[in-house]
T-cell receptor, first 116, second 118 residues
Framework: AQKITQTQPGMFVQEKEAVTLDCTYDTSDQSYGLFWYKQPSSGEMIFLIYQGSYDEQNATEGRYSLNFQKARKSANLVISASQLGDSAMYFCAMREPYNAGNMLTFGGGTRLMVKP | DTGVSQNPRHKITKRGQNVTFRCDPISEHNRLYWYRQTLGQGPEFLTYFQNEAQLEKSRLLSDRFSAERPKGSFSTLEIQRTEQGDSAMYLC????????????????FGPGTRLTVL
């Protein structure tokens, strides 16, 4: 069974500073995908970044980067230069192997609060 | 706007009533997913369709729940004889999948339907 663990229920960060949100996962599959989604108070899940298990380089998307440490089974999200609009819930998720249903398993989330 | 849409956005019902939610995916997407999210938790997978075929159902999907995707376009999720424990946000997502091509990486989510069972 797959499992995603996000150990930080809530995080504060000062505006313009960088923040790291932790995510560890557990799987016996060799082929999997890791995702981060942002969920503002409006409720919609917004895709941020994706890392494939065979990708050798860490994924980056603008101010978002994923610190992928395969041996440790961790996929931490780094947000650089935090903005007030970054305040939201952040979810780490894992996708089952591509030849299965591609459904996502989510962690419990981390609430990020950006202070002005 | 050509994103995923869900209706209604909010539904309040009394215990024992039936409710139905609708999801309209991105038009070219052949996969459609339903997730449930309770307060303070991450979304949990319920079921998914590839075109009109329902290919997987979670154990969370009791026999009071039924989902359809006629003609492989929009989908409906019906809950019969609602219980207070059904109160949650119901999220729909869609993606484009090609077995012989690029693996689809991203599921696009709708705004969700928040169900409150009194």
């Amino acid at each position: 069974a797959q499992k995603i663990t996000q150990t930080q229920p809530g995080m504060f960060v000062q505006e313009k500073e960088a923040v790291t949100l932790d995510c560890t996962y557990d799987t016996s599959d060799q082929s999997y995908g890791l995702f981060w989604y942002k969920q503002p108070s409006s409720g919609e899940m917004i895709f941020l970044i994706y890392q494939g298990s065979y990708d050798e380089q860490n994924a980056t998307e603008g101010r978002y980067s994923l610190n992928f440490q395969k041996a440790r089974k961790s996929a931490n999200l780094v947000i650089s230069a935090s903005q007030l609009g970054d305040s939201a819930m952040y979810f780490c998720a894992m996708r089952e192997p591509y030849n299965a249903g591609n459904m996502l398993t989510f962690g419990g989330g981390t609430r990020l609060m950006v202070k002005p | 706007d050509t994103g995923v849409s869900q209706n209604p956005r909010h539904k309040i019902t009394k215990r024992g009533q039936n409710v139905t939610f609708r999801c309209d995916p991105i038009s070219e997407h052949n996969r459609l997913y339903w997730y449930r999210q309770t307060l303070g938790q991450g979304p949990e997978f319920l079921t998914y369709f590839q075109n009109e075929a329902q290919l997987e159902k979670s154990r969370l999907l009791s026999d009071r729940f039924s989902a359809e995707r006629p003609k492989g376009s929009f989908s409906t999720l019906e809950i019969q004889r609602t219980e207070q424990g059904d109160s949650a946000m119901y999220l729909c997502a869609s993606s484009s999948f090609s077995p012989s091509g690029t693996i689809d990486n991203e599921q696009f989510f709708g705004p969700g339907t928040r169900l409150t069972v009194l």
